[in-house]
């Protein structure tokens, strides 16, 4: 076999695709009937399908406030999940036409390592007996796993990221730890089909690493969705009794008192799945924190072993994975490339949408970087008026000098649709005045990112800045 790929995920499932399409004898090697990987099943893809049944309560109510009434809602929680449930297998089953069709050979077991040219492959539950497939090069795409805080009492009622999105039921009262990107869109969901949520995060903001000035906005609004928010406070001790989990906080926005919560979700991050039998037989290095180390071509220092995605470095996003599946399929076939992307776009799916790529505010502080920061409120949006969602601002983060686009934030409704325009900017070195003479079309949410350009220059038509000199 050319190529070997141990994982079926978004980078995984890529890199084979591309290799079979390069002509490569490709073999892909997951757990799951398909190929997905946890994006697809028990990630991205659903939390999505969730999120916009969330969006579709939430509007319903809103509307009110222009004049249209509907009778509350009635949630059907099984037609829900079922739905949720066809979202997946509709696109895993499309993934697993895709691979046949590339005559890719998908085998469905768990992988470990004999040596750095050889993979044993253990059926599945159902299957049978063991597979032993030698490859000049492999490709590692494990991905990642949910993290949990130690010392927790094995319940039930404890979720983590992947059995939150099961929907078993929605509790009466749910606490969410963490105030990361993956514990604020489970909450908003929660939230929407009627549990009363509150967040901890032991920090002193949401979604931390984020610029403040997109963060406010979310801030502001999940505040009036969720129960209560406690920030620099964290949990203390955790004990299952009648009818819920006992919790007692620490921190300066701890309550008094213990508190009682129908069911917990842990949202504290993820960790690599670097855990990979027989890894150790191979010169395959990682660093403390488990991921495992690569050079620019995503190449391990076992000249036939590459690894891509979460389990090769942050940040943990499915799309970085694919193009780092694809660089390495393409080194592997003999180009001579690099990943070394100026802008990877992350999106927070909450309502607002926050959205950032390329040099932030707080890196630039960080590094001490001299930036200028243009910004434009969704208050002076038309279209953002028309959608009675004002709630967003669109920044540009501009190099002083060259007067180039080094990085684009976004807080609004569609911001992750948005984003793209603003990695194209950067990726292309584009110029302020190459976005101001841009013309998008009116009325759109687009147009807050030419106009945002147009505040960098003194010259935004529905704000009044002073011209620049």
Known sequence: MQLAVIGGGPGGYAAAFLAADLGMKVALIDI???????????????????????????ESREAAHFGIQFQPPQIDINRLRTWKEEVVGKMTGGLG??????????????????????????????????????FEHAIVATG?????????????????????????????????????????????????????????????????????DLVNPLAKHVEKIFHKIMLSTKVAEMKEVKGGLRVNFEGSNAPEGEQVYEKVLVSVGRKPNSAIPGLEKTRVEKDPKGFIKIDPQRRTAEPSLFAIGDVAGEPML??????????????????????????????????????????????????????KVARFPWGASGRATTLDRNDGVTKLVIDPESEQVLGVGITGVGAGELIAEGVLAV??????????????????????????????????TDIYRPLKK
């Open 318 to 371: 499915a799309h970085k994975a694919t193009h780092e599946g694809r660089t390495a399929v393409e080194v592997i076939h003999g180009k001579n490339v690099v990943f070394e992307p100026r802008a990877i776009p992350a999106v927070v799916f909450t309502d607002p949408e926050v959205a950032w790529c390329g040099l932030t505010e707080t890196q630039a502080a960080q590094e001490n970087r001299p930036v």
């Open 97 to 134: 036409q895709l691979s046949r069709q590339r005559k890719v050979e998908y085998i469905r077991g768990r992988a470990s390592l004999v040596d750095a040219r050889t993979v044993s492959i253990a059926s599945s539950p159902g299957g049978s007996g063991e597979r032993r497939l030698s």
């Open 32 to 58: 799951e009937a398909n190929p997905g990987g946890v994006c697809l099943y028990r990630g991205c893809i659903p939390s999505k399908a969730l999120l916009h049944a969330a969006r579709v309560l939430t």
């Open 427 to 460: 990726e292309m070195s584009a110029l302020a005045a190459d976005v101001e003479l841009s013309i998008h079309p009116h009325p759109t949410l687009s147009e807050t990112v030419m106009g945002a350009a147009e505040v960098f220059n003194g010259t935004a």
């Open 144 to 212: 990642s796993f949910p993290a949990m805080l130690p010392g927790l009492p094995k319940s039930d009622r404890i979720l983590d990221s992947t059995s939150a999105l099961d929907i078993a039921s929605v509790p009466k009262t749910l606490l969410v730890v963490g105030g990361g990107y993956i514990g604020l869109e489970l909450g908003t969901v929660y939230a929407a089909l009627g549990s009363e949520v509150s967040v901890v995060e032991m920090l002193d903001g949401l979604l931390p690493g984020a610029d403040r």
